[in-house]
C-alpha cells in the first residue's frame, strides 16, 4: 500500500490524538477499507469496524452501524466529491478525521493506476472546519503537523515547515437539523 514510505510520523501522531479523546470502550466506525492504521488501532485495544470500499459518495450503507458512538475518517475526505453527504449522514456523536492539507507548492495529489487513489479536494484547514461546522460539528480540538522528506530539492525542504496533515476530533453539535432524517 505504501511502497516502502509507511508513514511512521502521521500514525504515530495519529494513535496519540485518538487516544487523548476516544476511549478503547467505545466501538468505532473507520471509513475506508481495512488498512494498516486499523490493524494499529485495533492492536492498541480499540473495537473498529471498516466500511467495505463502498462508493461512500452515493452510498449511505454505513449508517448501518447506528450504534457506533465514534466515526474515524483518517485521509479519507479528499477523495469525496461531496464531504458533506457523508458527515450528515454520520449517526455518531464523535468524529475523529484527519485530512492531507492544501499546499501552495505542490498541486493535488493523483495516482495515474488507481482512480480511487486521487484528491478531488485537498483543503485548508479553515476550509475543513467550516465543512464540520455547516455539517453540523463542532470542533473540540485539532492538531496539525509537518511531513519532511528526505529528498533533496526544493519543495522537500519546504515540507520542514509546512504543516501538511490536519486531524480534528469533533462532536455532533446539539442544535444540528440532520437533512437526511425523516
Do not use: C
Not at 471498516?50 to 483518517?74: I, P, Q, R
Not at 464531504?83 to 450528515?88: K, R, S, W
Not at 449517526?91 to 492544501?102: E, Q, T, W, Y
Amino acid at each position: 500500500m505504501y511502497e516502502g514510505k509507511y508513514p511512521h510520523k502521521r500514525y504515530r501522531l495519529t494513535l496519540a490524538f485518538l487516544k487523548k479523546h476516544i476511549s478503547t470502550e467505545e466501538a468505532i466506525l473507520d471509513l475506508g477499507v481495512d488498512n494498516p492504521f486499523s490493524k494499529i488501532m485495533r492492536n492498541e485495544g480499540f473495537d473498529v469496524r471498516n466500511t467495505k470500499g463502498e462508493d461512500l459518495d452515493n452510498d449511505f450503507s454505513f449508517e448501518k452501524y447506528s450504534k457506533v458512538n465514534v466515526v474515524t475518517a483518517f485521509e479519507i475526505f479528499e477523495h469525496l466529491v461531496a464531504p458533506y453527504n457523508v458527515l450528515t449522514h454520520i449517526k455518531a456523536n464523535k468524529l475523529v478525521a484527519s485530512i492531507p492539507m492544501r499546499l501552495w507548492f505542490a498541486s493535488a495529489y493523483r495516482s495515474k493506476t488507481d482512480p480511487w487513489d486521487r484528491h478531488y479536494h485537498e483543503f485548508e484547514d479553515w476550509q475543513f472546519n467550516w465543512l464540520l461546522e455547516k455539517a453540523g460539528w463542532e470542533i473540540k480540538d485539532s492538531l496539525k503537523w509537518t511531513n519532511p522528506t528526505k529528498k533533496i530539492g526544493l519543495r522537500p525542504l519546504l515540507r520542514w515547515f509546512t504543516n501538511r496533515y490536519y486531524i480534528v476530533y469533533a462532536e455532533r453539535s446539539s442544535k444540528f437539523q440532520n437533512p437526511n432524517s425523516p
